[in-house]
């Protein structure tokens, strides 16, 4: 596990900050506030998750930070996040990628889009219709301390036992995201 490379802790996200809504088929049908959408059972808003490896075909992963208001302290894919109004859902993949990670990714592409809902004890849910996407990178990450609050390189087959033995211990997302991965597009990564 790494903290040390931690360089930047610029503030890159809010709650106030205004999220795409959607209906199950990626259709536009307004904005709302982040907060506003994460309360109660939550409101269907666009989402991706991004899954990056190295050359050694680890995947980094990272530990929400304390001050999160869902899953604090959780470990979870690389990097997860909303696209802005106006912003392809790519374009924001390779944002918050530099934003929370410091990272200049090659590779990215989609994989998959899934719908899915998760309720945090009684603070609130995402509701996401989330684009899965990978991307690659030899380069260490400096996270954003504001997002992160540790990181670490991890085997596939590592975090597979992580996720058996620990599973309280990740987001949903991740747990939902890593099994297709694993299942659908095993052969792709080592």
């Known amino acids: 596990m790494a903290t040390d490379l931690a360089t930047k802790s610029d503030i890159v996200s809010s709650e106030d900050e205004r999220l795409i809504l959607v209906d199950s088929e990626d259709r536009?049908?307004?904005?709302?506030?982040?907060a506003v959408c994460h309360d109660g059972q939550g409101i269907?808003?666009?989402?991706?998750?991004?899954f990056v490896f190295n050359g050694a075909g680890e995947t980094l992963l990272q530990r929400r930070h304390?001050?999160?208001?869902?899953w604090p302290g959780y470990w979870s894919n690389s990097c997860c996040s909303h696209p802005r109004r106006g912003e392809a859902v790519g374009d924001a993949v390779l944002r918050r990628a530099g934003d929370e990670l410091g990272l200049a990714l090659t590779g990215v592409e989609?994989?998959?889009?899934?719908?899915?809902?998760?309720?945090?004890?009684?603070?609130?849910?995402?509701?996401?219709l989330c684009s899965v996407f990978v991307g690659h990178t030899d380069t260490e990450p400096r996270i954003n301390t504001t997002e992160i609050a540790e990181w670490r390189w991890i085997r596939p087959d590592d975090l597979d036992h992580d996720l058996e033995s620990n599973a309280q211990d990740f987001t949903p997302w991740l747990k939902l995201e890593w099994?297709?991965?694993?299942?659908?597009?095993?052969?792709?990564?080592p």
């Open 28 to 34: 536009v049908v307004g904005s709302l506030g982040k």
């Open 110 to 128: 989609m994989l998959y889009k899934f719908e899915y809902r998760a309720a945090y004890a009684d603070v609130g849910s995402e509701f996401e």
């Open 44 to 50: 269907l808003h666009r989402a991706f998750s991004l």
């Open 179 to 189: 099994s297709r991965l694993r299942s659908e597009f095993a052969h792709r990564f």
């Open 66 to 70: 304390p001050d999160k208001r869902l």
